[in-house]
Nanobody, 127 residues
Framework: QVQVKESGGGLVQPGGSLNLSCTASDLTFDDSALAWFRQSPGKEREGVSCIVWSGRYTYHADFVKGRFTISRDNAKNMLYLEMMDLKPEDTAMYYC????????????????????WGQGTQVTVSS
């Protein structure tokens, strides 16, 4: 059973920054595309950012471009999300997910290609 765990969430003021981390026990971590998703109460889950197995290519949703950066450290089985200039609308539960594929497919943001998910870490942006 693959264990996925996110950390780093919290309360931050608008305009502030927060860094999320995710670790996974999967032996195939190095071969997996990884992504961050988020979901707010009453809203559908949405893809935030995706990174291919090597870290060479990354993809970000339009609503976070220029503000969020996804990265990974395969030697440590770690995934990161650096979030800057946070807005109240960024408030959500953030989830880390692993794909059996090594690439972020065209449909990555829908989430259906990701097999393993963490339980999430809450990010609240409020003054």
């Amino acid at each position: 059973q693959v264990q996925v765990k996110e950390s780093g969430g919290g309360l931050v003021q608008p305009g502030g920054s927060l860094n999320l981390s995710c670790t996974a026990s999967d032996l195939t971590f190095d071969d997996s595309a990884l992504a961050w998703f988020r979901q707010s109460p009453g809203k559908e889950r949405e893809g935030v950012s995706c990174i291919v197995w090597s870290g060479r290519y990354t993809y970000h949703a339009d609503f976070v471009k220029g503000r969020f950066t996804i990265s990974r450290d395969n030697a440590k089985n770690m995934l990161y999300l650096e979030m800057m200039d946070l807005k109240p609308e960024d408030t959500a539960m953030y989830y880390c997910a692993l794909s059996p594929s090594d690439d972020c497919t065209d449909s990555w943001s829908g989430g259906s290609t990701f097999r393993y998910w963490g339980q999430g870490t809450q990010v609240t942006v409020s003054s």
